[in-house]
């Protein structure tokens, strides 16, 4: 196996965050180890408050830890700036929220453009559509989010995820804002498009049937990896 198949996708290495109110410190990461490899499929679960929200968004460079290291292919992300984190974030990674976070004034369409715009690709039109007809959006290109059902708004948060071709998927809560039915159907959908692309993904998630379908699953309690 070559060197640099052996270099995990993102290693976490001591991983501390920590803040500070009027009561004194709270520690909300403590100490987290963890390696995610190309391909895999990860889920972190945990009660609400365990911090693995935050661990998603310091993996993502959205947060910065009070100690310890990510690294993203052996690069330290937070031995870079801001602006090169942004870069790297939108080079590398695609996210997935509960809440959606289309923006309103711009079509299904011009909401999967957009990060293929930002990125300067000229063909972001045309491989815009065809990643929002692979989610079953096809006839959908031009609505705006609030004519959209949930479901099918977070269809488009797939395809806009997906269409940069992500070396990872970071998804947080994908289900939590839709029924039981219809937020089963966005996870096979969201499973099939990473085996299809090859992404890895590390998944947050409260529900344990979910967390199954994942390779293996990562439980945060107290700030701990347990």
């Known amino acids: 196996m070559s060197t640099t198949l052996a270099i995990p996708l993102i290693a976490v290495e001591q991983l501390s965050k920590s803040v500070s109110d009027s009561t004194g410190v709270l520690d909300i990461l403590r100490d987290i180890n963890l390696s995610f490899t190309a391909g895999e499929t990860v889920a972190i679960v945990g009660a609400s408050g365990s911090g693995k929200s935050t661990l998603l968004s310091i993996l993502a460079g959205l947060d910065t830890p009070s100690r310890g290291t990510v690294r993203l292919l052996g690069q330290d992300l937070f031995a870079l700036s801001e602006d090169d984190r942004a870069a790297v974030r939108a080079q590398k990674m695609g996210f997935v929220f509960q809440s959606f976070q289309l923006l309103g004034n711009l079509t299904a369409l011009e909401n999967v453009m957009l990060p293929l715009e930002l990125a300067g690709q000229r063909d972001a039109r045309a491989r815009a559509s065809q990643m929002l007809e692979r989610v079953g959006l096809g006839q959908r290109l031009n609505h705006y989010p609030r004519l959209m059902s949930g479901g099918e ?9 997906f269409v940069v071709e992500p070396a990872v998927l970071l998804a947080d809560e994908p289900t939590g804002s839709l029924d039981f039915a219809t937020g089963q159907t966005i996870m096979e959908l969201m499973f099939a498009l990473n085996r299809e692309r090859g ?28």
């Not at 708004?153 to 995820?161: C, F, G, K, S």
């Not at 590390?202 to 701990?224: F, K, N, P």
């Open 153 to 161: 708004q977070q269809r488009v948060a797939l395809a806009r995820a």
């Open 199 to 226: 992404t890895t993904l590390i998944l947050v998630t409260h529900d344990r049937e979910i967390a199954a379908q994942c390779d293996r699953s990562i439980t945060i309690e107290a700030g701990r990896s347990v």
